[in-house]
C-alpha cells in the first residue's frame, strides 16, 4: 500500500470522525436506550498479510436478532462508523476488499497462496465488492481482485462517494438505482 493511500486514510477517518461525531454519540445512546447492552461489536477479522485484527462495529443484534436501532444502522451501514478507528491504527484502509474472519476463508475456500493478493492490501471499510450486488463469493473474489489491480485514487474517490450516497438513502435504495441505471445502459 502506498503511503499516499494510507495518509488519505488517514485524515479521511480523521475527518469521519469529527464530521460523524454527533452521529456516533446519538447511535451510541440509542443503542443504550434500546437495550441498555453495550455499543460496541467487536469480531476477529483478517486484515492486511492476513494479520488478525479486532473489527469494531455498533451493536445491531441481541440474542441472535436484529434490534431495532440495529435495523436502521444496517439498513444505512451507520454501524461501521467506529471502524474509523481500525482505519486509524492501521487494520484497515477507507477503500479495499472486505474484512472477513477466519471461519469465512475457510468456509469460501480462500485459504491457498492462489487468494493472498486479497490480503495485500488492509481490507476496507468500503470497497467495490461491497458496494456491488454480487450473486456469489466468485463474483465477490472478481472484483476484490479487480480492485487490488487497479487501484488508483480515482477509484477510491468514486467509492467512498458511493458510500455516502449508501448512508443517506439506504443500502437497498442505491443498489436497486445501480441496477436500473445498469439495465438501461444495456438496454
Given amino acids: 500500500m502506498s503511503t499516499g493511500k494510507r495518509a488519505l486514510d488517514v485524515a479521511g477517518a480523521c475527518a469521519g470522525l469529527l464530521v460523524f461525531s454527533p452521529v456516533i454519540v446519538l447511535i451510541a445512546a440509542a443503542i443504550l ?100 450486488r454480487t450473486a456469489s463469493s466468485a463474483e465477490a473474489l472478481a472484483l476484490d481482485r479487480e480492485y487490488v489491480a487497479e487501484w488508483r485514487p480515482l477509484l477510491d474517490c468514486r467509492m467512498i462517494a458511493l458510500s455516502f450516497v449508501v448512508n443517506a438513502a439506504g443500502k437497498s435504495r442505491v443498489h436497486n438505482w445501480r441496477h436500473a441505471g445498469k439495465a438501461r445502459r444495456m438496454g
Fill in 33 to 132: 436506550l434500546d437495550d441498555g447492552g453495550p455499543v460496541l461489536f467487536r469480531q476477529e477479522r483478517l486484515g492486511r498479510g492476513r494479520r488478525p485484527f479486532v473489527i469494531l462495529k455498533f451493536r445491531s443484534m441481541r440474542d441472535g436478532r436484529i434490534t431495532r436501532v440495529g435495523r436502521i444502522l444496517r439498513a444505512t451501514g451507520l454501524d461501521e462508523l467506529p471502524q474509523f478507528v481500525n482505519i486509524l491504527c492501521g487494520d484497515m484502509s477507507a477503500v479495499g476488499p472486505r474484512p472477513l474472519t477466519a471461519d469465512d476463508v475457510t468456509r469460501l475456500g480462500w485459504s491457498s497462496a492462489e487468494y493472498d493478493f486479497r490480503w495485500s492490501m488492509p481490507p476496507g471499510l468500503t470497497g467495490l465488492a461491497q458496494l456491488t
